[in-house]
């Protein structure tokens, strides 16, 4: 079997996949932020195999997809993707994240190195004042704003009303957009591979103009949203292995930067045009 190795930039980070090259035809989704090759922060390697064993840690389940994580007899970082209660891979990782080996069972391919590539690209990136969220994003007059929420919030659905609605709105990311911190604390949010059920696969970069945490209600209202309570509302939209110190601490950089400089709101609503336009109102002002 040929193996290739290609090279890929995200939110100015750049990493490298190695497998069989007929893998890349499931990757359609990174081809927007391919390059030519350069030194990157991390590697995943992907090869077929045999079952890894591990001692688990953690588990968390969303819709039919779950991920374990644990740790091997010599201590390294394990983590095992299943679909529909098949198991499709077994990431192992190096101590600091920046080599990972995909070991696959045969089994939903592209879900697997999806995960894997997901899975490290937030480990590696955390010491690096970035971090991958669970939201959708639009652009609107040259910032992004991103809404947060529990899965079933209606973070898409609000999203598709500013398209719908807002003229000028643009969507970079439905899932997991990435935002970096520069040395001035300024956030920039970017498009990634990765988009949930919403093929958007962007490279672009907007200056972040504020985040929305979204609830259900039978009503539109929008308060910003300050300190303690600011910072709690991005910890569980952050994807990351917070047991991990070096990760953990990471992390808190940059939920506490975003906290400080980047406006926060509470947004209850209907899923209707008015929210939509309440949300533009304040936020954008």
Same mark, same amino acid.
């Given at each position: ?5 290609? %090279?890929?930039?995200? =939110?100015?980070?750049?990493?490298? &996949? ?54 091997? =007899? ?47 690209? +937030? ?11 669970? +939201?959708?994003? &639009? ?5 992004? %704003? ?59 970069? %907007? ?40 990760? +953990? ?9 975003? =906290?400080? +400089?980047?406006? &926060? ?21």
């Amino acid at each position: 079997m040929m193996t290739e190795t290609r %090279y890929y930039k995200v =939110a100015d980070h750049v990493f490298s &996949v190695k497998t069989a090259s007929e893998d890349f035809a499931l990757m359609q989704n990174y081809e927007p932020f391919s390059m030519d090759k350069d030194a990157v922060l991390f590697t995943l390697t992907v090869e077929d195999g045999e079952r890894v064993d591990y001692a688990e840690e953690m588990r968390q389940e969303e819709e039919g997809q779950e991920i374990f994580c644990g740790k091997t =007899a010599d201590g390294k970082s394990v983590f095992e993707f299943r679909w529909q209660y098949e198991t499709a891979g077994w990431l192992v990782c190096s101590d600091n994240y920046q080599k990972g080996e995909l070991i696959m069972t045969g089994k939903w391919r592209k879900l697997a190195i999806d995960n894997a590539l997901m899975v490290l690209f +937030a480990l590696a990136t955390a010491p690096h004042k970035t971090v991958l969220f669970h +939201a959708a994003v &639009v652009s609107h007059q040259d910032k992004a %704003y991103m809404f947060l929420g529990k899965s079933g919030t209606g973070k898409s659905t609000h999203a598709r009303l500013w398209l719908t609605y807002i003229e000028g709105t643009a969507l970079v990311n439905d899932d997991n957009p990435v935002v970096r911190i520069n040395d001035d604390n300024v956030a920039t949010v970017y498009g990634s591979p990765w988009s949930g059920k919403t093929p958007c696969y962007r490279h672009v970069s %907007y200056p972040l103009g504020g985040i929305v945490l979204l609830s259900q209600a039978p009503y539109n209202k929008i308060r910003r949203m300050r300190g303690i309570k600011a910072y709690a509302a991005l910890v569980p939209c952050i994807s990351g292995k917070r047991w991990d110190k070096a990760v +953990a601490d990471g992390l808190h950089e940059t939920e506490n930067a975003l =906290a400080m +400089a980047t406006p &926060v709101y509470h947004l209850e609503c209907l899923p209707d045009e008015e929210a939509a336009r309440v949300c533009e109102g304040e936020i954008t002002c």
